[in-house]
């Protein structure tokens, strides 16, 4: 499959060198001439502009620019025929939001707003418990939670995304994997009250932390919390149901599950030392098939529009200091 990659820092140099490793056909595009020349010698060929490259008719593009700029080359890629793999999250904004769903539909085009973590086996088999187990079936109550320090992330984080408003950082966003999986588990959300700020010295303009309430429509409870403090990789959650309790630790590995009917925790190991980009493996081949079959994924965009509103409500609600409808 003939594929561009649109913006090739950390993110979209992972996902070229990986559609590389699986064959496919795979160009990189690029403003920056230090980004392309780091993976000129991987990729089919570069291009400066996006309108150069999609002279060659690609199948698909892969939209990895900053969180703040996915929208327009990804308009412009689907005016173009060209399925469309966007890095989550989706914008950070609505705005040509509804015309890229638009243009997306009448194109009869494939989509998909990359969230790996969905791809992670512990994620999928909470998903799976969650909505196919009976003892699980009604869930109240969901704890999330995601942390790591960013001066452990880049030595020079003062200059990352994730430190600068203008580029697109945003903690919230950011962290956007956690409302995700939190829409996948609990369905549709209702409203949101978020709190965020600065607690540290980390000199950075965005925020080091974010805590939040959501109200689903099913009547279920999440609490969400995400930082850029804690001194060690975090990612773990915790779902109460009216017959079930499921916890999973994303550092120790491992799912417990807990019933009313086996009143006794049974633990499941999850480790996967060399799973990290895996998950990335496994979220192309999966894009790529239902490409080829012609079958909508299951985070087109579209599907991908309650994650991004929660998250836009959220924001607001740290300016408002209220409860906001999603």
């Known amino acids: 499959m003939k594929i561009i990659v649109v913006g090739t820092g950390s993110i979209g140099a992972r996902h070229l060198k990986n559609l590389v490793s699986l064959g ?11 980004e392309l020349d780091e993976i000129a010698s991987l990729s089919k060929g ?14 698909a593009a892969f939209i990895c620019t900053y969180s703040n700029s996915h929208i327009e080359p990804a308009l412009k890629c689907a005016e173009a025929g060209c399925h469309l793999f966007i890095e989550k999250p989706l914008s950070l904004n609505m705005e040509g939001v509804d015309e890229l769903v638009k ?7 494939i989509s998909m707003v990359g969230c790996n973590m969905r791809f992670h086996p512990a994620i999928a088999y909470l998903h799976d418990t969650l909505d196919g187990n009976a003892s699980f079936s009604k ?6 939670e995601f942390g790591f320090y960013l001066p452990f992330d880049k030595k020079d984080y003062q200059n ?28 549709e959300p209702e409203k949101v009250l978020c709190k965020k700020g600065i607690l540290s010295t980390l000199e950075i303009d965005t925020e080091d932390h974010a805590e939040m309430i959501v109200q689903f429509k099913s009547g279920a409870v999440c609490t969400i919390h995400m930082d850029y403090l804690q001194h060690g990789y975090s990612r773990r959650c915790k779902v109460v149901c009216e017959e079930g309790t499921i916890v999973w630790d994303f550092v120790r590995g491992d799912i417990g599950r ?35 079959s012609g ?28 409860w906001e409808k999603v």
């Not at 243009?103 to 085009?109: E, F, I, P």
């Not at 600068?164 to 950082?169: D, F, H, M, S």
């Not at 009313?260 to 030392?273: A, E, I, L």
């Not at 965009?301 to 209220?322: D, F, V, W």
């Open 24 to 34: 496919h056909e795979v160009y990189a595009v690029d403003i920056r001439i230090d």
């Open 46 to 59: 570069s291009f400066r502009s996006l309108d150069e490259a999609l002279k060659i008719k690609p199948d």
């Open 139 to 144: 869930k109240l109550w969901g704890n999330l």
């Open 258 to 292: 807990i019933t009313t009917s086996n009143p006794q925790w049974v633990w499941k190991d999850m480790k996967f030392d060399i799973y990290y980009n895996q998950m990335y493996m496994d979220e192309i081949r999966y894009f790529i098939d239902c490409v080829s």
């Open 295 to 322: 079958r909508e994924t299951f985070n087109s965009i579209h599907q991908s529009l309650p994650a991004l509103k929660l998250a836009l409500a959220a924001e607001k609600s740290c300016h408002t200091n209220e």
């Open 160 to 187: 990352s995304y994730k430190a600068k408003r203008r580029l697109g950082g945003n903690l919230i966003f950011d962290g956007i994997h956690e409302l995700d999986y939190a829409v996948w588990f609990f369905g």
């Open 103 to 109: 243009t997306v539909k009448k194109r009869n085009l």
